[in-house]
């Protein structure tokens, strides 16, 4: 097939949505498709289309059932279509999804939070991450890392104000990597970091450098206030790295109801009491350990490239049934 993915994200960004579109890209031209990839529709056809993100690309949506009203047509639900935009911008939110002939969410609890009428059109599609080398080197002292762009829908501060409660004796210290949205983003993690003996901000660094994070780091902190899915949380469950998570529902969709390593969203008390207790715990740092090792076969290439299969399948057969003479 020849298929066309829309992000509004432009080539070079490390924004998650340009990082799944690209891994779709090459995930789908591996099965054999030739994709391409666009941040502007200029009314091309093609054998499929992807939207990433309904809100931002709802131009492009409405463009594309216009012009090619038999093709059929994925709509990619972030985060913030979801928590946001289909409360603060419903008619164009809710249009794009009423217009796809497919529907993904990125974690298992999005049925739960879209207008009920859409969900005979959700595949779910988890997103998958390399699994890195592990190191030889033993973990010293007790990193956590936050990993993240510095916005206010990742709350990405909460972790380093946690450890500010924590007692003289703990051996905690927060490393906070990502790139500040907005210069004042940049002043309050530099402000942090200055009255933060627990705090360090090593900014926006690439991905073998978060592998290596990743690897000196006994647990992950992801404080956000909304998540789609975040793909951080897949890189680690595959790099076996304990993941401590707000308690939304983005985070629940990947990690599991029952999973014991949550905190309420924004609480940095409760924040502080978890750290201190993987710090004292073996035994539920361990617990961590093994569950998110458990959910690591969820993120793989492969399993990732299975459910986009399904979407697929799942669109062209929606199309299908409006169009029963093609």
Same mark, same amino acid.
């Given at each position: 097939?020849?298929?066309?993915? /829309?992000?509004?994200? $432009?080539?070079?960004?490390?924004?998650?949505?340009?990082?799944? &579109?690209?891994?779709?890209?090459?995930?789908?031209?591996?099965?054999?498709?030739?994709?391409?990839?666009?941040?502007?529709?200029?009314?091309?056809?093609?054998?499929?289309?992807?939207?990433?993100?309904?809100?931002?690309?709802?131009?492009?949506?409405?463009?594309?059932? &216009?012009?090619?009203?038999?093709?059929?047509?994925?709509?990619?639900?972030?985060? @913030?279509?979801?928590?946001?935009?289909?409360?603060?911008?419903?008619?164009? @939110?809710?249009?794009?999804?009423?217009?796809?002939?497919?529907?993904?969410?990125?974690?298992?609890?999005?049925?739960?939070? /879209?207008?009920? *009428?859409?969900?005979?059109?959700?595949?779910?599609?988890?997103?998958?991450?390399?699994? $890195?080398?592990?190191?030889?080197?033993?973990?010293?002292?007790?990193?956590?890392?936050?990993?993240?762009?510095?916005?206010?829908?990742?709350?990405?501060?909460?972790?380093?104000?946690?450890?500010? *409660?924590?007692? +003289?004796?703990?051996?905690?210290?927060?490393?906070?990597? !990502?790139?500040?949205?907005?210069? +004042?983003?940049?002043?309050?993690?530099?402000?942090?970091?200055?009255?933060?003996?627990?705090?360090?901000?090593?900014?926006?660094?690439?991905?073998?450098? /978060?592998?290596?994070?990743?690897? *000196?780091?006994?647990?992950?902190? /992801?404080?956000?206030?909304?998540?789609?899915?975040?793909?951080?949380?897949? +890189?680690?469950?595959?790099?076996?790295?304990?993941?401590?998570?707000?308690?939304?529902?983005?985070?629940? !969709?990947?990690?599991?109801?029952?999973?014991?390593?949550?905190?309420?969203? !924004?609480?940095?008390?409760?924040?502080?009491?978890?750290?201190?207790?993987?710090?004292?715990?073996?035994?539920?740092?361990?617990?961590?350990?093994?569950?998110?090792?458990?959910?690591?076969?969820?993120?793989?290439?492969?399993? +990732?490239?299975?459910?986009?299969?399904?979407?697929?399948?799942?669109?062209?057969?929606? *199309?299908?049934?409006?169009?029963?003479?093609?």
């Amino acid at each position: 097939m020849n298929i066309t993915l /829309i992000t509004p994200a $432009p080539p070079g960004s490390r924004a998650g949505n340009r990082a799944t &579109a690209e891994r779709w890209g090459h995930l789908l031209e591996h099965a054999g498709h030739l994709v391409n990839i666009i941040t502007e529709y200029q009314g091309e056809a093609c054998d499929l289309f992807i939207a990433l993100h309904a809100w931002r690309s709802h131009d492009a949506v409405i463009q594309f059932r &216009a012009r090619h009203p038999d093709t059929p047509l994925i709509v990619v639900l972030t985060g @913030t279509d979801i928590y946001d935009h289909q409360h603060r911008f419903p008619e164009a @939110t809710l249009a794009s999804l009423a217009l796809a002939d497919c529907l993904i969410g990125l974690h298992h609890r999005v049925r739960k939070d /879209i207008p009920e *009428r859409f969900t005979d059109k959700l595949t779910t599609v988890l997103q998958s991450a390399d699994k $890195p080398a592990l190191s030889s080197q033993p973990k010293a002292g007790f990193d956590i890392c936050v990993i993240g762009h510095l916005r206010d829908e990742k709350d990405p501060l909460r972790a380093a104000l946690a450890a500010r *409660r924590l007692p +003289e004796t703990s051996a905690i210290r927060v490393i906070n990597a !990502g790139k500040p949205h907005t210069p +004042e983003w940049e002043q309050k993690a530099l402000a942090e970091q200055r009255a933060n003996s627990r705090f360090q901000w090593i900014g926006e660094v690439d991905k073998h450098a /978060i592998h290596q994070l990743m690897n *000196r780091c006994r647990a992950m902190v /992801i404080s956000s206030v909304m998540e789609g899915g975040a793909n951080v949380v897949s +890189e680690a469950c595959r790099a076996g790295l304990p993941v401590i998570a707000s308690d939304i529902s983005g985070n629940i !969709g990947l990690l599991g109801d029952n999973y014991p390593g949550y905190f309420p969203v !924004g609480d940095d008390t409760e924040l502080a009491k978890m750290l201190q207790r993987a710090e004292d715990s073996p035994g539920f740092l361990g617990d961590l350990e093994e569950r998110v090792a458990a959910l690591a076969g969820n993120f793989t290439p492969q399993a +990732e490239q299975a459910a986009l299969h399904t979407a697929i399948e799942k669109a062209k057969a929606g *199309r299908a049934r409006l169009n029963p003479s093609e």
